[in-house]
């Protein structure tokens, strides 16, 4: 079996974040299609939570190096604060200092027959971009999101650094994939002579999560309709403002019942900005800001909720939050307010979700919340194509890479130099 080094951040024990769901999704189910991982990932001394729990999700087959890294704001500031550099292009580039001299060795013991990095830790695609360069291997820069563009990072030092990895990235690596077609078209333009190296590899949803959740739901909150949002709040990008005086309007106007509504927010990370807004608009009857609770937990609330909510500003019309391919598989209506042709609108349509609105429009989104709230009751799943579902599953996903992965293995022989 011909074997990957996949360079992640996000791994277990990383508590609080979904961004590890890719990484450890294609770890279980490459071997399927002829390839099995190894993984290099950071000390869990750099991660802010873990949760010894999510170690058992690894498979016993899959080796984990965790190389020296610190996060600069937790263990090299001093009152609060430390020097720009050591934290450009993020706080982990302590991680690369360990992660070379480590991802070195496991090329020389395990030989592998290519790298894969992933963002979004900018200096993952660094330690990629060295152990790509001193061993000759192909390499394959998993984006999942543009890196700079307009207005981010918002540090005009920080968006500098990270152009900077991103023109190593299109100068030493094999293939770069994305994970909708919006972020690669923008990159093809950028980089027009990488532009055939460019690939789409979708996030998805992981069907053995789900299998345990076959029997019919309770209900969230009896009798009131339940509208979740699942996952993190940002104020910048995913700000429900515009939403809250959407419902505000309709309960003034009398066109919605405020006892019908409950609006819960799982796992928001910024509940401080999402209870300043409930506050503001006067719904601390309606919005529910609940904590983070298990993967297993998480996925039978959305199985469970009346309907799934899904928050994308138009500045981020080329990306697709990964809740989203959960949602689908969960067959909930989903309330979608996101930019009109971005991809996120396009893919909750091509799953039959029709409802959807503006995010930053509360006029938009008052007609098609109430529509929503009319309509779904008697929805039970608005796609009945189990194929079209299907085809976002990680197992699908982690075919579409070992096909990748083959291709660039018979057009890109490794090589063996003398740094190793």
Same mark, same amino acid.
């Given at each position: ?234 104020? =910048?990008?995913?700000?429900?403002? @515009?939403?809250? #005086? %959407?419902?505000?309007? !309709?309960? /003034?106007?009398? $066109? *919605? ?11 928001? =990370?910024?509940?401080?900005?999402? @209870?300043?807004? #409930? %506050?503001?608009?006067? !719904?601390? /009857?309606?919005? $529910? *800001? ?27 019309? /080329? ?102």
């Amino acid at each position: 079996m011909k074997r990957v080094l996949m360079i992640a951040y996000h791994f277990p024990p990383l508590a609080g974040s979904s961004g590890m769901q890719r990484t450890l999704r294609f770890c279980q189910d490459l071997p399927a299609f002829g390839w099995q991982a190894s993984v290099l990932s950071a000390h869990p001394r750099a991660y802010e939570a873990t949760s010894v729990d999510l170690l058992q999700d690894i498979p016993a087959s899959v080796a984990v190096t965790r190389a020296f890294a610190l996060d600069a704001r937790r263990h090299l500031s001093v009152a609060n604060r430390y020097p720009g550099f050591i934290a450009r292009p993020d706080r982990w580039l302590s991680w690369l200092l360990g992660a070379v001299p480590a991802g070195l060795r496991i090329i020389r013991q395990q030989k592998p027959s290519v790298i894969w990095s992933t963002y979004p830790i900018p200096t993952a695609h660094l330690i990629g971009y060295w152990l790509a360069r001193l061993s000759g291997l192909p390499w394959v820069a998993d984006f999942r999101d543009p890196m700079a563009h307009v207005g981010y990072p918002a540090d005009p030092a920080t968006w500098q650094s990270y152009l900077q990895v991103e023109q190593k990235v299109f100068a030493q690596a094999s293939c770069m994939v994305f994970t909708t077609p919006g972020a690669a078209q923008l990159y093809r333009a950028r980089y027009p002579a990488r532009a055939t190296r460019i690939q789409v590899i979708e996030n998805g949803f992981d069907e053995a999560s789900f299998a345990p959740l076959a029997a019919p739901p309770q209900p969230l909150n009896p009798g009131q309709f339940t509208l979740l949002h699942s996952g993190i709040v940002y104020p =910048e990008w995913r700000s429900p403002q @515009a939403l809250f #005086v %959407a419902v505000r309007q !309709l309960i /003034d106007g009398g $066109q *919605l019942d405020v006892n019908a509504l409950r609006m819960r927010f799982r796992a928001s =990370e910024h509940t401080d900005f999402l @209870a300043q807004l #409930v %506050a503001t608009h006067g !719904l601390a /009857d309606v919005v $529910q *800001l609940l904590p983070p609770v298990g993967y297993q937990a998480a996925l039978a609330e959305m199985c469970a909720a009346d309907g799934l909510l899904v928050l994308q500003s138009d500045d981020c019309n /080329d990306q697709i939050p990964a809740k989203v391919y959960e949602y689908i598989r969960a067959q909930r209506p989903v309330l979608g307010l996101c930019g009109t042709g971005s991809d996120t609108a396009n893919v909750l349509a091509r799953a039959g979700m029709h409802h959807l609105a503006p995010l930053a429009s509360s006029q938009q989104i008052a007609p098609v919340l109430r529509s929503f709230l009319i309509a779904t009751p008697a929805e039970v799943s608005s796609n009945p194509n189990a194929s079209f579902v299907e085809s976002f599953s990680r197992r699908a996903k982690a075919e579409e890479l070992a096909t990748l992965l083959d291709q660039i293995t018979q057009a890109q022989p490794a090589r063996t130099t003398t740094a190793l």
